[in-house]
């Protein structure tokens, strides 16, 4: 009788260990994406912050303040397709330059933080605390798609 308490204690503190090794494994490894399906989103809010860029290494010295709202379904699917192939990036301290807003007909919000597109192959965001990166092409088209003319950057 002595035995079976303890066995059943031992699988309790492995299954326990199991989880937490599975966490951290999700922490560290998976990317974080938006969790709204697209049947659940109302409309998506981009708003890009303008960008203090010296003029000598950008055209026109960064974007203008940018605000656009869509609840066109097509436009939001591309978008949130681009989030499908998400990776982790690693971490540092990368500004913001804008948010991406996903509104759900429940009320419910998920933000993210859209970061400066220093790399050239990959867009990163911050989302549920946590860096991760986007094929730049892919995100860049379905901003494009949603109304954001152009965003310029500085590159690594």
């Known amino acids: 009788m ?17 989880v937490a ?19 659940a989103v109302d409309s998506v809010e981009i708003t890009l912050l303008p960008l203090l860029i010296p003029k000598k290494n950008l055209p026109d010295g960064g974007t203008k303040q940018i605000q656009i709202k869509t609840t066109d379904r097509a436009r939001i699917a591309t978008l949130l397709k681009v989030f499908h192939g998400a990776q982790r990036a690693s971490e540092h301290k990368c500004g913001s330059i804008g948010t991406l807003t996903i509104r759900t007909r429940s009320g419910r919000t998920e933000q993210l933080e859209i970061l400066a597109g220093h790399d050239s192959a990959n867009w990163e965001y911050r989302y549920a605390g946590r860096i991760n990166r986007v094929d730049r ?10 109304g954001v003319e152009r965003i310029f950057l500085e590159r690594r």
């Open 2 to 18: 002595h035995f079976f308490r303890w066995r059943y204690l031992l699988y309790l503190f492995l299954a326990a260990l199991g």
């Open 21 to 39: 090794i599975g966490c951290g494994l999700d922490w560290w490894f998976f990317p974080s994406v938006p969790t709204t399906s697209l049947d």
């Open 137 to 146: 092409e892919s995100f860049l088209a379905a901003l494009e798609g949603i």
